[in-house]
T-cell receptor, first 109, second 113 residues
């Protein structure tokens, strides 16, 4: 079973920041938080990952709470192309990915 | 550079037939993964190769499913005596090592009639 809990759906206005929450209260010390997204009819796309420090790349920012029991993926300026299912995953580096049901993010014009 | 490619993109077959699905990983990637995704669900792990050998095949649902990677690059997922419940999108991912980020292909949509 997936070790994360995400809201099934969210929506966000185009141009605004999209903040996607994820709970992973049973995360172990050697498990990383990964985010992938899946646009309709495509394979999952890697977004970002982190262990305990906040991370930022060209796609998004990842904020991990100090106790590491939850995290938030931030898309700073959402566009229509960001409409997708977003998966939050916890895994030990090198292990298989166990996907949950994800959050279906809709961006409204 | 070129990403993970999968062929065919769509495959329709009849119940009881044999099918092969192909995955071409990113050049130089040593680790290769197969996942299966049913409608409305997240991908489900099937098998993982490190080089030519299957390092973890715990996700294969039964002995009708088999995968090979004879030269450590291209992999083929083989399904014997297909059943309607095998209908799904079969995804392949590769990474430069077992410790690295997995990059996914577009998937093969298998429909068993």
């Amino acid at each position: 079973d997936a070790k994360t809990t995400q809201p099934p759906s969210m929506d966000c206005a185009e141009g605004r920041a999209a903040n996607l929450p994820c709970n992973h209260s049973t995360i172990s010390g050697n498990e990383y938080v990964y985010w992938y997204r899946q646009i309709h009819s495509q394979g999952p796309q890697y977004i970002i990952h982190g262990l305990k420090n906040n991370e930022t790349n060209e796609m998004a920012s990842l904020i991990i709470t100090e106790d590491r029991k939850s995290s938030t993926l931030i898309l700073p300026h959402a566009t229509l192309r960001d409409t997708a299912v977003y998966y939050c995953i916890v895994r030990v580096i090198g292990s298989k990915i166990i996907f949950g049901s994800g959050t279906r993010l809709s961006i409204r014009p | 550079g070129a990403g993970v490619s999968q062929t065919p993109s769509n495959k329709v077959t009849e119940k009881g037939k044999y099918v092969e699905l192909r995955c071409d990983p990113i050049s130089g990637h040593t680790a290769l993964y197969w996942y299966r995704q049913s409608l409305g669900q997240g991908p489900e792990f099937l098998i993982y190769f490190q080089g030519t050998g299957a390092a973890d095949d715990s996700g294969l649902p039964n002995d009708r499913f088999f995968a090979v990677r004879p030269e450590g690059s291209v992999s083929t997922l083989k399904i014997q005596r297909t059943e309607r419940g095998d209908s799904a999108v079969y995804l392949c991912a590769s990474s430069s090592s077992s410790a690295d980020t997995q990059y996914f292909g577009p998937g093969t949509r298998l429909t068993v009639l």
